[in-house]
T-cell receptor
Framework: DQQVKQNSPSLSVQEGRISILNCDYT??????FLWYKKYPAEGPTFLIS?????DKNEDGRFTVFLNKSAKHLSLHIVPSQPGDSAVYFC????????????FGPGTRLSVLP | KAGVTQTPRYLIKTRGQQVTLSCSPI?????VSWYQQTPGQGLQFLFE???????NKGNFPGRFSGRQFSNSRSEMNVSTLELGDSALYLC????????????FGPGTRLTVL
């Protein structure tokens, strides 16, 4: 049973437009969420995080929105650039002591020039 | 500051053999987590070590084990390899507080024939 779901395996967006990547979770104990980006042959790289006391966090072109009642979060990339083409993982934690992140299966974003 | 390093980068083994993977965390980081990445499954959490103790554990069989040394370096061992163990094994280091960002290494690609 996947506790963190990313229902779109892939997404294509035109350069300069907005990319919206979605993530749903089922465990109500989760209270901290992160997005990672992964290029081929490299480990995931941290992008942005949000805790459950907030509903929005911005960092440059990246904004994460959290809707706790819907157990849904989304990552917005504006404007999208070809270098953003990668696999994006949503991760969640909470209810545990220490580091125990549950990752979604990932969404492959392709930004077309 | 040097990043997370993993050795070896690539491994080919046959069924029934055992394998040991190594991870050196970022200097000063005391937490090391291990993940298995397979296509379509995202990152599956194996375990987390903090100050030489296993602090969290995922849902993997006992064939998967690990340890951490006093210098925070960690090893992961898989015994009696199965074809399904073929995957990218990633380790991540952090300071170890619950919500601290994890920094990933490039991974070890294990192929079981």
């Amino acid at each position: 049973d996947q506790q963190v779901k990313q229902n779109s395996p892939s997404l294509s967006v035109q350069e300069g437009r907005i990319s919206i990547l979605n993530c749903d979770y089922t465990n109500s104990m989760f209270d901290y969420f992160l997005w990672y980006k992964k290029y081929p042959a490299e480990g995931p790289t941290f992008l942005i995080s949000i805790s459950s006391i907030k509903d929005k966090n911005e960092d440059g072109r990246f904004t994460v929105f959290l809707n706790k009642s819907a157990k849904h979060l989304s990552l917005h990339i504006v404007p999208s650039q070809p270098g953003d083409s990668a696999v994006y993982f949503c991760a969640a934690s909470g209810g545990f002591y220490g580091q125990n992140f549950v990752f979604g299966p990932g969404t492959r974003l392709s930004v077309l020039p | 500051k040097a990043g997370v390093t993993q050795t070896p980068r690539y491994l080919i083994k046959t069924r029934g053999q055992q394998v040991t993977l190594s991870c050196s965390p970022i200097s000063g980081h005391r937490s090391v987590s291990w993940y298995q990445q397979t296509p379509g499954q995202g990152l599956q959490f194996l375990f987390e070590y903090f100050s030489e103790t296993q602090r969290n554990k995922g849902n993997f069989p006992g064939r998967f084990s690990g340890r951490q040394f006093s210098n925070s370096r960690s090893e992961m061992n898989v015994s009696t390899l199965e074809l399904g163990d073929s995957a990218l094994y990633l380790c991540a280091s952090s300071t170890g507080t619950d919500t601290d960002t994890q920094y990933f290494g490039p991974g070890t690609r294990l192929t079981v024939l």
